[in-house]
């Protein structure tokens, strides 16, 4: 495991439990508008490496939380590209906490594990953009086939989830949001989430806007609500 921070509490990131979140480093992602890539690009994790928290000390910091959190969050990066998160998980499961997971569906069979196993008892996709323009967003390593498939195995199980998508003006069309609403035709819950210039992984991004919170509205009741069952909005317009 490669655990690069712990946010010890919040209250807002598993829906209706108070948890804390574990990140974890490295990513098979390149998302140009991504916040954090001190945490993705190897060269970046290798720097910091050294800071990084071993897993002893992620299950003592657990184990003194019993009984104060609900919950743990295991976010990235990606969680995914780690080999050892289901047995990582599995210590956290001991311990007698629930455990969300924040993904980019790029690792299906993983996800199918932590599910059956029950290892995870709420999981949060991101769904990126339009099935067509996947790989110029987010890289070459992306396998359609793994996000409509992941997309699936969440819509097919009986855990609660929520499909998530962090929208750009810039890239993210009135044409690409319809075919990623019709991505996860059927689904319980979906978040559209602003988007806040500023550091990213590619610098042109950190120029482009989000939208209006009355833009995200909009796009909501004409795009998703019709074939979504419960949409959001995160935003702090
Ligand atoms: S999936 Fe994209 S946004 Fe998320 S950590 Fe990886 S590169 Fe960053």
């Not at 890539?37 to 290798?46: Q, W, Y």
């Not at 919950?71 to 780690?82: A, Q, R």
């Not at 699936?152 to 319809?178: A, C």
């Amino acid at each position: 495991m490669l655990i690069s921070a712990i946010q010890k509490f919040t209250m807002i990131d598993f829906p209706e439990k108070i948890a804390c979140i574990i990140f974890t480093a490295g990513c098979n992602f390149r998302c140009g508008y991504c916040h954090n890539p001190e945490f993705v690009l190897p060269e970046r994790i290798k720097k910091i490496k050294k800071s990084f928290i071993p897993i002893e000390a992620a299950y003592n910091f657990l184990k003194k939380r019993k009984g104060l959190l609900d919950g743990v969050v295991i976010s990235g990066g990606e969680p995914t590209v780690l080999y050892d998160l289901p047995e990582f998980i599995e210590g956290i499961k001991k311990m007698g906490f629930l455990v969300k997971l924040d993904t980019n569906g790029n690792n299906p069979s993983m996800l199918k594990q932590l599910i059956e196993k029950k290892l995870i008892d709420y999981v949060a996709m991101d769904v990126k953009t339009s099935e067509g323009h996947y790989k110029k967003l987010v890289g070459e390593k992306v396998k359609r086939a793994y996000i409509k498939e992941s997309i699936n195995i969440i819509k097919t199980s009986n855990i609660p989830y929520e499909f998530r998508s962090t929208i750009i003006k810039q890239v993210h069309t009135k044409k690409i949001l319809k075919n990623m609403a019709h991505l996860v035709s059927g689904a319980k819950k979906y978040v559209l989430q602003e988007f806040r210039p500023g550091e990213t992984l590619d610098p042109v991004y950190g120029e482009y806007t989000g939208f209006s919170r009355k833009e995200m509205e909009d796009i909501a009741k004409d795009i998703f609500i019709p074939i979504v069952e419960n949409v959001s909005i995160r935003s702090q317009k």
